[in-house]
């Protein structure tokens, strides 16, 4: 490792303890360890002779200095790097000069000229209005941008909306702001959470990301907790390679270790197609890791039927329990609904009432709440949270009326339900589809385009599903309780092709 790289290692090591956590969390400050952004530097191919850098929120300048060693690694050599470096805190911006003192040492040493500035401001402020106007310069972008929110009202809001770019993630906004840095044909990398590959809310950002430029590389950290091992972030992070201004690649290759000590990668070509599918209106990104992933994908895909097929509709839950509280019941009483929440989900079914749960069991029933309910009847319910332990991130239960009294219901809002025309299901169809949905098959497939915990109600719509038919014939094996894992998944694979 060169001296820059570890100096801005020992650095990170040192500095981060010492940071206010609650700046450290405003500003999203958990630096790069020096293996990881080594192997992020490595991903550049090929490097011009004369390179503009970007470094955005480079902290103490690990990036800048794993870009130097590959530069300095390389034949032939670059002749000449000019690093542009933002850091809107005094106190990393102190170290960072240290590490650009450092990296002109090293360039020195191998007769690359080595030239740098450090902008002590906000870079996505600082950059936005230049952008309307000026030529983009730089070559190379490699950055580890913040993760925080950006407020709607913001100055930052304002300036990214005139750029066109719609996003309130400040990791989002980073990426695009680089991309739009970049010259034609420059290199962007980044190391990012993995959220922005799938749900609604990131759609823009990926049309920004697919339409501006081409996705050469993706590189996924299989667990969670060890790219960041030192801060104990539990994020699922993935890096890439974004080639500006070229169209989208036959293939992309895709690459995975389990977290940056291991040594054993795995490498795939994908064909572009398969990671974002052609038609779909979302440009979700699928990361399909190993050739049985592969496989997998190619059944569910080829099952016949989307949601729309189907007649049926996936909803969140309407009860938004803070908004509601005046109407919150602890226990079921005379004037009130049930309310289920997932404290009520149990094996597959809903169990109601859970008397001494957390939360409430039922929400008064009038004029102010008519609109939060739905009409009894044969529901599906599936999870939008689970937590980081639990092994599925679908887990779908049946809502029966027969075990559930009343004529109405409320859906708390970190549940999603399958409605037709916001009443029930037939039953046999209902409980075909949560079998359907409690595969491993599916769940396995689902992790393909969902990094995150979060299930969204539009990634259930994306969903692949079997015909009416076909749900309704493996309902008919339910009764008053789900097959264990292993016979539900024997009967769910027989639908596979
Ligand atoms: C995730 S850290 C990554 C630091 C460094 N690039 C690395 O990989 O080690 C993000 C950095 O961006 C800085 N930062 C946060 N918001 C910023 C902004 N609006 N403009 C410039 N820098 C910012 C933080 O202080 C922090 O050092």
Redesign the pocket.
């Known amino acids: 490792m060169t001296t820059a790289l570890k100096h801005?290692d020992r650095s990170?090591l040192n500095v981060s303890p010492q940071l206010d956590p609650k700046t450290r969390s405003s500003?999203?400050?958990?630096?790069?360890p020096a293996l990881v952004?080594s192997f992020m530097a490595a991903m550049f191919d090929p490097l011009p002779d004369k390179i503009r850098l970007l470094?955005?929120?480079?902290?103490?300048?690990?990036?800048t200095a794993a870009f130097v060693q590959e530069a300095t690694k390389r034949s032939p050599r670059p002749r000449a790097i000019d690093v542009t470096a933002?850091?809107?805190?005094p106190v990393?911006a102190k170290h960072l000069e240290i590490t650009m003192l450092a990296c002109a040492a090293e360039c020195a040493a191998h007769e690359i000229d080595f030239q740098f500035s450090i902008v002590h401001?906000?870079?996505?402020?600082?950059s936005c209005e230049p952008l309307l106007r000026e030529e983009p310069t730089y070559d190379c972008a490699i950055?580890?941008?913040?993760?925080?929110k950006i407020n709607s009202g913001s100055k930052?809001r304002a300036a990214l909306r005139r750029l066109g770019i719609e996003t309130s993630n400040?990791y989002t906004a980073f990426v695009a702001v680089a991309l739009g840095q970049l010259r034609k044909g420059g290199q962007l990398v980044a190391?990012t959470p993995r959220s922005f590959c799938n749900g609604a809310y990131f759609t823009p950002f990926r049309r920004i990301l697919l339409d501006s430029s081409a996705f050469r590389e993706i590189h996924v950290y299989s667990s969670r907790r060890k790219a960041f091992a030192d801060d104990a972030v539990l994020q699922e992070n993935i890096i890439y390679r974004l080639v500006k201004g070229e169209p989208q690649p036959p293939e992309v290759t895709i690459t995975s270790s389990a977290n940056p000590d291991d040594e054993e990668v795995t490498r795939r070509q994908v064909p572009f197609a398969e990671v974002v599918h052609p038609g779909d209106p979302h440009n979700y990104i699928h990361l399909v890791l190993s050739d049985a992933d592969g496989a997998l994908a190619e059944r569910v895909q080829a099952l016949p039927c989307k949601l729309t097929d189907l007649g049926i509709k996936v909803s969140t839950g309407r009860v938004v329990d803070f908004r509601a509280r005046d109407h919150l019941r602890r226990e079921a009483q005379p004037g009130a609904v049930p309310l289920i929440y997932p404290m009520h989900f149990e094996e597959g079914f809903v169990v109601w009432p859970k008397p001494n749960g957390r939360k409430h069991n039922a929400l008064a029933f009038s004029q102010s709440t008519i609109d939060l309910v739905v009409p009894s009847g044969t529901y599906v319910l599936t999870k939008r949270f689970t937590s980081k332990e639990e092994k599925r991130r679908l887990v779908a239960v049946i809502f029966d009326p027969a075990t559930v009294p009343g004529s109405w219901v409320g859906f708390e809002n970190h549940l999603n339900y399958f409605h037709e025309q916001g009443r029930g299901l037939p039953g046999d169809l209902a409980r075909g589809l949560a079998m359907f949905l409690n595969s491993t098959a599916v769940d396995e497939y689902f992790r393909q385009f969902s990094g995150h915990t979060q299930v969204n109600a539009t990634d259930l719509r994306g969903l692949h599903y079997p015909t009416r038919q076909q749900l309704c014939t493996i309902g008919e094996q339910v009764r008053m309780q789900m097959p264990d894992q292993v016979e539900l998944d024997r009967i769910i694979n027989s639908y596979f092709s």
Not at 55 to 63: H, S
Not at 143 to 148: F, K
């Open positions: 801005a990170r500003l999203g400050q958990y630096m790069t952004a470094d955005a929120g480079a902290g103490v300048g690990g990036l933002f850091e809107i805190d990393l401001d906000d870079f996505v402020l600082h950055l580890n941008p913040p993760y925080a930052a400040l190391i």
